[in-house]
């Protein structure tokens, strides 16, 4: 199952974004590929810390049961820690990924933004030092700017990003689809601990799909399907809720199931 990076990042001073962590249960949806899934089951596991001065800290863990035909399971174990300064321009991270009982396949590097490019220095899978154009985002900044486009009434939002996933050379063209804006005075259709915390109660949250584009294949070819595609309510402070992961072959929803505020790690700008 491939990574999939979500997370808040720095806003306009009126909504800071929340420290929290956020604990969600994962159901099957459907299955429509050759090799049919016939159940999943898992959790996601996500902290984030920090602020705009400090830097914000993701810690993210999947960990997911597929059934895929005839009793064979297959269970997989995606951990991944970053941390990526306010102005998103430097980005540390690690993933480690493994299946069944597969070795372990860690990425550890960072990624620096100098003049009009980012220098990539991989430590895993092996050492490496490489450049990307200096248009491309880190994923925090990739949330920043989604909630930018939603708040100025934009319903498109094409950007290149690099999360440091697969081999940690892997870079991205994304296409987010932000739906109209939902106040939180709305009553949820399906309530979860996010809808009936006060604190979100006063926020708005939009609708968002985020389709994922291997940005090499797209080079070779016109028409493309994303990697994976990935719908979700943000609120205006970071915060995500029905999250849906579509991994094209089968769709895997995400109930948000704990939701904890991490007041005591917000601190303010000195």
Same mark, same amino acid.
């Given at each position: 199952?491939?990574?999939?990076?979500? *997370?808040?990042?720095?806003?306009?001073?009126?909504?800071?974004?929340?420290?929290?962590?956020?604990? +969600?249960?994962?159901?099957?949806?459907?299955?429509? *590929? @050759?090799?049919?899934?016939?159940?999943?089951? *898992?959790?996601?596991? +996500? !902290?984030? @810390?920090?602020?705009?001065?400090?830097?914000?800290t993701s810690e993210f863990r999947q960990v997911s049961e597929l059934e895929v035909g005839e009793g064979k399971?297959?269970?997989?174990?995606?951990?991944?820690?970053?941390? #990526?300064?306010?102005?998103?321009?430097?980005?540390?991270?690690?993933?480690?990924?493994?299946? !069944?009982?597969? #070795?372990?396949? &860690?990425?550890?590097?960072? =990624?620096?933004?100098?003049? /009009?490019?980012?220098?990539?220095?991989?430590?895993?899978?092996?050492?490496?030092?490489?450049?990307?154009?200096?248009?491309?985002?880190?994923?925090?900044?990739?949330?920043?700017?989604?909630?930018? =486009?939603?708040?100025?009434?934009?319903?498109?939002?094409?950007?290149?990003?690099?999360?440091g996933s697969d081999n940690g050379e892997k870079v991205y063209n994304t296409l987010s689809v932000i739906g109209?804006?939902? &106040?939180?005075?709305? #009553?949820?259709?399906?309530?979860?601990? @996010?809808?009936? !915390?006060?604190?979100?109660? =006063?926020?708005?949250?939009?609708?968002?799909?985020?389709? +994922?584009?291997?940005?090499?294949?797209?080079?070779?070819?016109?028409?493309?399907?994303?990697?994976?595609?990935?719908?979700? #309510?943000?609120?205006?402070? *970071?915060? @995500?809720?029905?999250?849906?992961?579509? +991994?094209?072959?089968?769709?895997? =929803?995400?109930?948000?199931?704990?939701?904890?505020?991490?007041?005591? /790690?917000?601190? &303010?700008?000195?």
């Amino acid at each position: 199952v491939i990574a999939v990076a979500f *997370g808040p990042a720095k806003a306009s001073a009126a909504v800071p974004f929340l420290p929290h962590q956020a604990l +969600y249960d994962l159901s099957l949806v459907k299955s429509r *590929g @050759s090799n049919p899934v016939n159940s999943a089951r *898992g959790r996601i596991l +996500y !902290n984030f @810390s920090g602020s705009a001065c400090d830097g914000y800290t993701s810690e993210f863990r999947q960990v997911s049961e597929l059934e895929v035909g005839e009793g064979k399971m297959m269970l997989s174990d995606l951990q991944s820690s970053s941390w #990526e300064d306010g102005d998103g321009k430097s980005y540390r991270f690690k993933i480690d990924a493994r299946t !069944n009982d597969s #070795e372990a396949s &860690p990425v550890d590097g960072m =990624a620096e933004r100098t003049g /009009d490019h980012i220098t990539v220095k991989l430590k895993q899978p092996e050492t490496k030092t490489f450049t990307l154009d200096g248009a491309t985002v880190f994923p925090t900044e990739q949330i920043r700017r989604i909630i930018a =486009a939603a708040k100025d009434g934009k319903s498109l939002l094409e950007l290149t990003v690099y999360d440091g996933s697969d081999n940690g050379e892997k870079v991205y063209n994304t296409l987010s689809v932000i739906g109209q804006p939902i &106040p939180g005075t709305k #009553e949820a259709q399906s309530p979860d601990p @996010s809808t009936s !915390n006060e604190q979100m109660k =006063a926020l708005t949250r939009w609708p968002v799909t985020v389709s +994922y584009y291997d940005r090499d294949a797209q080079k070779k070819d016109g028409e493309q399907t994303p990697v994976y595609a990935m719908s979700f #309510e943000l609120y205006e402070n *970071g915060v @995500s809720r029905k999250l849906v992961l579509d +991994y094209n072959d089968f769709v895997i =929803a995400g109930a948000l199931d704990k939701f904890d505020v991490k007041d005591k /790690d917000a601190k &303010p700008c000195k």
